[in-house]
Structures are given as structure tokens and as C-alpha cells.
């Protein structure tokens, strides 16, 4: 009875506008989806249930109330259930990953699946870090991940080329994209999403306001940061084109 | 005292860990800390050498074991050092083995994590560090309390740290647990053989003037790279980099890829071939100093993010490209194409 759990994180939609007032992104007013890159990691998962390779597959969040959407978007895609950790919108990838780790550890899972990158941090490190908590394995990057017993094979995107990993269960994934594009959910799966439980856990270190695990960091303000373009368009005949774009490239000062 | 961890390859320093090295001094002048280093590997007589040229003090850590990079023992080793030298900031950089155990080193050392940030301040007593976030449309400035911290630095972020002068070397014993050897890397090769399979080329290695061209899924496939994407990057002393889908589809190694799952980018110019501009690919140019797009798709974003746009078929424009630039002799002016450095990346071999 192998088991996984897959991490949903919620985020301000990448396509999406994004305002900022009282220097901090203004997060009321955002649409918000479930992070591209968790897609990837769900879509791993389902396809290992769907070898057989796994026989239960969960969704996990941490965030506000309006992170059930996320959770919800994984259950209409094909989760068994769903449990949301009420917490405050901006913990860091390590103060997420203490509070995830309670609960990994307390459903016993063989495999923790989540996007290599999350958009709304940009940030690698939950997945580490929750490994560490776990005191389990990890491996980043994955593109293949075949389960064999006790132990995992991943093919995974080092820095110089693929290499593959052969690690012991349980085990923290991290995937790449392009593990297949991740599927869309369908009508009779968001019907019967609508009739699975979202679990909300309050994790017992958010009671007392304290966070464990020492000092926290601080977000002290945010800005959008808009890299001023020219956006000079040309159009007409290629080979003036090519003239007009080549004399601007050499005349511009910032080139020089 | 500050702890910077060096990462090597093929026994020289990688230009991220001279930019670490940057933010570290900064750090240690900040906040009047001594600057130490670690060098972990197997075979680590000469980094080590050309390590004590740029910091004062270097821990070596070899180990047979550590001959490949794996989290884990590298996890366990820095923070042995960490632990037994004092440190109170461990600074990695962000290349991508790098942010695969720093978050380990921070939970393991009850520290928090700054990751890839871009500049680092001191304010009053506390360290505050700018990064980016929500896919490098907003930055963010992020505190802890006093110095406590470990920190990764963005790749490119930094200038590469000038040599000071000879430091003396420190022999670790590298304490292994089998837990932190649980992990067996490439399974079925022997030592001797790579198991890595290197297929690409790195882009934008290297100082001067510095060229991407890019190509996505317009340009077609991988005959459309050899055709406009390499030869263009070639006559431009460039380097080739690519999306994702060009990579999931094979035309290209994913070692070229752009944005949010793959590399960061700052180059001076930047060329975006059959680019559509998705959000996850912009995130990881935002930072290049001219970006030009040609795109036969008037509307497709990444005319939104460049500098100058070309509406137009691949086929016309860059074969027109290449022909001026032929013509001129050089890209730019003759004596910037004298100074332009040899590129490794980008050129079929």
C-alpha cells in the first residue's frame, strides 16, 4: 500500500496583473491559481497510481482559507482527498516546510511530489527543505521516476547533463516540467471533487502566533520591478529590416 | 565569521563561486565578520590552491565520496564545518546543485534562508537581502535578526571577486553518517566511466560583451536551430539558449534552457527567436540589458518585454540578419569584435 502525497501551492496568477500597495503585493485583490510547476509534480503522481505504483494519492497545502481552491483544483484532477493546513499567506519555503512535515509524517506516505519551482517566492527550496524536516532523501529535477520496491529510480536535469538517482522510500520529488503536459480536469471529475472532504488542520505552532524552529525571516517590502523596454516595433521589408534593427543595436548606449 | 562554500568543476572554481565570494566580502566587511571558506571534493589539491587567492582561510574537505556532487553529504560536511568553526552566515552560490542543499543546511542549522538574492544590505544590526519574486515581477527585500543566515546568491547577480592574495589551507575530516550516503548516484556505472550525458553547451560563459540567441517552439524544430538559431548566435559571438518546449520536445538539451525551470539569464543582448514570451520563460531574462524579439505573431507578449521588436517569418529575417551583419564585417565595431571572447557555447562543433 503505497501512498503519495502531492504539495499544492497556491499562487497570484503568472498571467495575472499584479498590483502593489503599502509596498507589499496586494494579494486581495489577485486572481490566484494552483502553481504551474505543482501540475507537473500532480501529473507524476497520477500516472504512478494510474501504473499502480502507488494506491492512494493525496493533496497537502498550507496557506490561508482561500488556498481550498487549490486543493480543490487537485481533487478535481484526480486526488483521493485533500487536507489544507490554515495558516497565514506569506511563510517562508522553510517555516511551509515545518509545518507541511507534521503532517507528511503523520499520514506515512512513500513518495512527496512537488514542482521543482514555485512561482510566487521563486523559490526551489520547499522541496529540500521538507526533506530535511522528514529527514528523507531528495532528488530535484526529475523528468522519469519508476518506483522498484523499497527504492526509486529518477532521471533527473543536473547542472552538466541527466544523471539518475537510485534513492531509498520515502522520498521527497522534485519534478521538471515536460513530464507530460499535466491534464485538464474533467466534468465528472470536477462533480465528484465537489463531493470530497478538504480537511483543515490548524498546525499547533500557529495558535500561539510563534513560529518553531528559531528566527524567522521578514518580508520588509515589495516593488514591482518593470525593466524599462523601448519597445520599438519593425516591420516591412526583411532586408531593410535588418539594416534599420543592426544600426539601432549599434547605436545604443548600452551596448557600448 | 562568514562560511562560504566554493563549488568547483574539473578542477577550477566555477565563476559563481567568485560571485559568492563578492557577496561574502560584503558581508564580512558589513558586519566586521571574518571570511572562511569550505571546499568540498575528492580531488581538491588545486581549487584549493586557487581558492586561498581569494579567501584568507579555506577548509578542505576530501573525501572520495564527495567526488561527485550529491545533497546529502554535502549537507552533512558544510554543516560539520559550519558547526565546529562558528559560523554565523553560510553563503552558497545558486547555481542549481547549490539551491538543492542549502535549504537542507538552514533547517539542519535552524538558520533561515535567503535564496538567490541579488543585493545584501546591513540594517542596524540585522542583514536585509533584495531578491526576486512572483516570477521576477516584483523585488523583494527580506530580513533576519542579526547575521544569522544562510544565503544563496543569484547567478550573474554578483561581479566575480578579485584575487587578493595567498590564504593558508585547513585540512577537514569529512564526518559521513550512512545515512547521508543513502542515495546512490548513476547506478551502474563505474568510476571511470561519465554518466552524465552532456549533449548541450552552457550558454553565456565568460566576460565582455555577452550575446544569447534564443530560439522557442516558432522556431520549428531542431533543424530551425541549426538554421537560424546557431548561425545567428555565431555571427554575434553568442551563445544559444532555448524554452522549455524546444526542450521537452527534444530539438535542444535542457542545459539551454531559459526561465523559470531552468537558467537565469543577464547577458548584454539577448535575441528571442519564435519566442512567445510566456511568463515562466520572461522570468529568467528580466535582467538582460537589450532584449530584441523577431516573432511572426504580432501579438505574442515578448514584444511587450523587448527593447526592439521584429514582426516577421524566421525565414526572411534571419537569413537578412546574417547577410548585414556579413557585410559590416562584424557585428558591432571592429575593435569590440577584437576584445568579443571566445564563447563555449552556441557553436557546433
Known amino acids: ?256 | 565569521m562568514i562560511l562560504l562554500v566554493a563549488h568547483s568543476r574539473e578542477g577550477r572554481l566555477l565563476p559563481e563561486s567568485l560571485q559568492a565570494i563578492t557577496a561574502a566580502r560584503s558581508l564580512s566587511e558589513a558586519f566586521g565578520a571574518p571570511l572562511r571558506a569550505v571546499l568540498l571534493g575528492a580531488d581538491t589539491v588545486r581549487v584549493a590552491q586557487e581558492l586561498t587567492q581569494f579567501v584568507p582561510h579555506v577548509y578542505v574537505a576530501s573525501h572520495a565520496k564527495l567526488a561527485r556532487f550529491c545533497s546529502e553529504p554535502w549537507t552533512a560536511v558544510v554543516c560539520q564545518v559550519a558547526r565546529a568553526s562558528g559560523a554565523e552566515a553560510v553563503v552558497i552560490p545558486g547555481v542549481r546543485s547549490g539551491l538543492s542543499y542549502a535549504p537542507r543546511v538552514a533547517v539542519r542549522l535552524g538558520m533561515p534562508l535567503m535564496d538567490e538574492v541579488v543585493e545584501l544590505r546591513r540594517v542596524g544590526r540585522d542583514l536585509s537581502a533584495r531578491r526576486a519574486a512572483f516570477l521576477a515581477r516584483v523585488n523583494q527585500w527580506v530580513a533576519t535578526q542579526g547575521l544569522s543566515s544562510v544565503i544563496t546568491t543569484k547567478v550573474d547577480a554578483f561581479p566575480e571577486a578579485l584575487s587578493t592574495g595567498v590564504g593558508k589551507v585547513e585540512a577537514v575530516e569529512p564526518r559521513l553518517r550512512p545515512e547521508d550516503m543513502r542515495v546512490v548516484l548513476n547506478p551502474g556505472f563505474d568510476a571511470r566511466e561519465d554518466p552524465i550525458s552532456r549533449t548541450g553547451a552552457r550558454p553565456n560563459q565568460g566576460g565582455g560583451l555577452r550575446t544569447i540567441v534564443a530560439g522557442g517552439r516558432g522556431v520549428g524544430g531542431s533543424e530551425g536551430f541549426r538554421r537560424f538559431v546557431e548561425p545567428l548566435a555565431r555571427a554575434l559571438a553568442g551563445a544559444v539558449g532555448a524554452t522549455r518546449p524546444p526542450v521537452d520536445e527534444g530539438w535542444r538539451p535542457f542545459v539551454d534552457q531559459i526561465g523559470q525551470t531552468g537558467r537565469t539569464v543577464a547577458p548584454d543582448l539577448y535575441v528571442a527567436l519564435g519566442i512567445s514570451g510566456a511568463a515562466q520563460h520572461v522570468c529568467g531574462i528580466t535582467h538582460s540589458r537589450v532584449v530584441v524579439a523577431i516573432n511572426r505573431d504580432a501579438g505574442a507578449p515578448i514584444f511587450r518585454h523587448s527593447d526592439y521588436g521584429v514582426v516577421g517569418d524566421l525565414e526572411e529575417v534571419v537569413p537578412s540578419l546574417l547577410r548585414v551583419i556579413q557585410a559590416a564585417g562584424s557585428p558591432f565595431r571592429s575593435e569590440e569584435l577584437t576584445e568579443a571572447p571566445a564563447l563555449d557555447g552556441g557553436t557546433e562543433p
Open chain 1, 1 to 256: 500500500m503505497a501512498k503519495g502525497i502531492c504539495i499544492l501551492r497556491q499562487v497570484v496568477d503568472p498571467l495575472g496583473r499584479i498590483r502593489v500597495t503599502g509596498r507589499r503585493v496586494e494579494r486581495d485583490a489577485a486572481t490566484f491559481v494552483l502553481e504551474p510547476m505543482d501540475r507537473f509534480a500532480l501529473e507524476q503522481g497520477l500516472r504512478l497510481r494510474e501504473r499502480g505504483q502507488l494506491t492512494e494519492l493525496l493533496g497537502l497545502a498550507v496557506g490561508p482559507l482561500r488556498t481550498q481552491t487549490a486543493v480543490r483544483a487537485g481533487l478535481a484532477l484526480g486526488l483521493d482527498r485533500g487536507t489544507l493546513i490554515d495558516a497565514e499567506y506569506d511563510l517562508s519555503p522553510i517555516e511551509a516546510a515545518g509545518m507541511l512535515g507534521v503532517e507528511v509524517e503523520s499520514e506515512e506516505p512513500a513518495v512527496v511530489l512537488l514542482g521543482g519551482r514555485e512561482g510566487e517566492w521563486d523559490s526551489t527550496a520547499l522541496g529540500p527543505a521538507l526533506a530535511e524536516v522528514l529527514g528523507w532523501p531528495h532528488v530535484d529535477w526529475v523528468t522519469e521516476l519508476t518506483m522498484q520496491g523499497d527504492r526509486v529510480l529518477a532521471t533527473h536535469e543536473g547542472e552538466e547533463g541527466m544523471e539518475v538517482l537510485d534513492l531509498p522510500l520515502p522520498v521527497v520529488v522534485t519534478t521538471q516540467q515536460g513530464v507530460g503536459e499535466p491534464r485538464r480536469p474533467s466534468l465528472a471529475g470536477v462533480v465528484a471533487a465537489a463531493g470530497k472532504e478538504v480537511r483543515m488542520k490548524v498546525h499547533p505552532s500557529v495558535g500561539g502566533g510563534k513560529k518553531e524552529g528559531g528566527v524567522r525571516l521578514r518580508v520588509l517590502s515589495e516593488e514591482l520591478y518593470v525593466p524599462e523596454r523601448l519597445g520599438v516595433t519593425l516591420t516591412g521589408d526583411p532586408q531593410e529590416v535588418a539594416m534599420e534593427l543592426l544600426g539601432r543595436l549599434r547605436r545604443d548606449p548600452r551596448l557600448s
